[in-house]
């Protein structure tokens, strides 16, 4: 019997295709970490605890980097994107707003978004958002 391999990733790409953005605008992927946590949190530095315990935490969440900045789940479940927080009220504090992310996206080295991304995206991204 044959079979179909899965989870082949997006070839080391930062950005998806339109056909493939659009078809997350449908249903957003499913995450998948696969990195160690740090041993504190990186948002206030405290231990694990037991009723909060530490967590893998996006910094641009899947929501935000797939569905208004077209980023691959592949990066966006890459160590650039990731850091260690509590999961109760350190790991909301790790997430960032739609600016705060394309400043990241851009100290990566990113100079350019995708084109087919909606036109108040670009001008956010431009500056010239209102």
């Known amino acids: 019997m044959a079979t179909i391999e899965f989870n082949i990733g997006f070839d ?7 056909e493939e953005w659009r078809t997350y605008v449908r249903r957003k992927p499913v995450r998948f970490i696969d990195k160690k946590r740090d041993e504190v949190c990186q948002v206030c530095g405290r ?12 910094r641009i969440s899947f929501g935000l980097g797939v569905i208004c900045l077209a980023l691959t789940p592949d990066f966006l479940d890459d160590d650039a994107n990731i850091m260690t927080a509590h ?21 990566l080295g990113v100079t350019d978004l995708p084109a087919f991304l909606p036109q108040f995206v ?3 991204w431009l500056g010239r958002a209102t």
């Open 12 to 18: 080391g790409r930062m950005f998806l295709t339109e």
């Open 47 to 58: 231990l694990a605890g037991d009723r909060d315990p530490l967590q893998n935490a996006h």
């Open 87 to 107: 999961r109760k009220g350190c790991n909301a504090k790790a997430e960032l707003g739609l600016g705060q992310a394309m400043a990241l996206l851009r100290k």
């Open 122 to 124: 670009h001008e956010l």
